[in-house]
């Protein structure tokens, strides 16, 4: 996330779950995963939850998250594109929600949008946290942190969404969709933007494959601008673009920089970098 704002970006998006102490922590997976997490020791003799990776995370406590090495990823996995692409970090511990917004206000990078999704799966009610008690801890954070006004709320889970629109009204909705998810929801009818508005929804926010020029119709009627997910190839962020979206989610800002350059729009503004302490 330093990289990114040293690099320049509109905004960083970023997953959290809620810890069996109800703590935020950033993850990508609601257990705790084999690729991107390595154990390193109990957090007390003799725990009987560890090891603690394929663990659900929220069975486990944010000092028993804490012992988790979540800097390198696991060399040459056989489901992991990504590998190559990461520096490692070795005893890097997973981070939460806090430290996170502390740190984007020690960059002072009030230009950058915090995009926050909350990892809730509504078919396995065992591993996901009570989505109104999730939103209002999420809520919370934001406004004790001075991050309501420049953030969103991130969801697959439309009862987040529908959470968020009472408890933060003025905060931005994402209501995120997916081929693969869209069981998830009754009655969504052949109409995506117009019931992700009911829901609560502010921008639409499907993968870039189900984007087409019907979608885009449909989303100006509703009146919902539409970010799409998750574009790592010019080619198709230019499709996108040409086709009337209002963002690009990316695993790489440096390409998509180039892009905007090339294209005229106007680029975010490198932030940082930041400065020892006493400097």
């Known amino acids: 996330m330093s990289h990114a704002m ?36 109990p957090a007390a003799a003799q725990d009987p939850l560890f090891p603690y990776v394929g663990k ?26 990504f590998a190559l692409t990461q520096k490692p970090m070795p005893d890097t511990r997973m981070p939460t929600l806090g430290a996170v917004l502390g740190l984007v206000n020690a960059y002072d990078a009030d230009s950058v949008r915090l995009h926050v999704e909350l990892k809730s799966d509504p078919t396995r009610p065992e591993l996901t946290a009570d989505p109104l008690e999730f939103t209002e801890a999420v809520v ?10 420049n953030a969103a709320i991130l969801s697959f889970d439309w009862r987040i969404i529908g959470h968020a629109a009472s408890l933060a009204p003025g905060t931005q909705r994402f209501a995120l969709i997916e081929r693969d998810t869209l069981h998830w929801h009754d009655d ?7 019931a992700a508005r009911a829901a609560g929804g502010t921008t639409l926010s499907p993968e870039h494959v189900m984007v087409d020029e019907a979608l885009m119709a449909q989303a100006g009627a509703a009146g919902l601008p539409v970010a799409v997910w998750t574009v ?9 673009l040409d086709l009337g979206v209002a963002g ?13 350059e090339e294209r005229g729009l106007a680029l975010p503004r ?10």
């Open 232 to 240: 790592n190839d010019a080619a198709t962020a230019e499709r996108m």
């Open 248 to 260: 690009v989610v990316t695993d790489y800002p440096d390409l998509m920089r180039e892009l905007w």
């Open 140 to 149: 919370a954070e934001l406004d004790r942190h001075g991050r309501l006004g």
């Open 56 to 81: 659900p995370v929220n069975a486990l406590t944010l000092a028993q998250l804490r012992t988790l090495d979540v800097g390198v990823r696991l060399p040459r996995h056989p489901t992991d594109p």
């Open 270 to 279: 490198p932030v940082g970098p930041l400065k020892p302490v006493g400097v």
């Open 188 to 194: 969504l009818g052949d109409d995506l933007p117009a």
């Open 6 to 41: 040293e690099m320049g970006v509109h905004a960083l998006e970023f997953d959290v779950a809620l810890t069996a102490d109800r703590r935020l922590v950033l993850t990508h997976d609601l257990t705790v995963s084999a690729v991107t997490s390595a154990d390193t020791r």
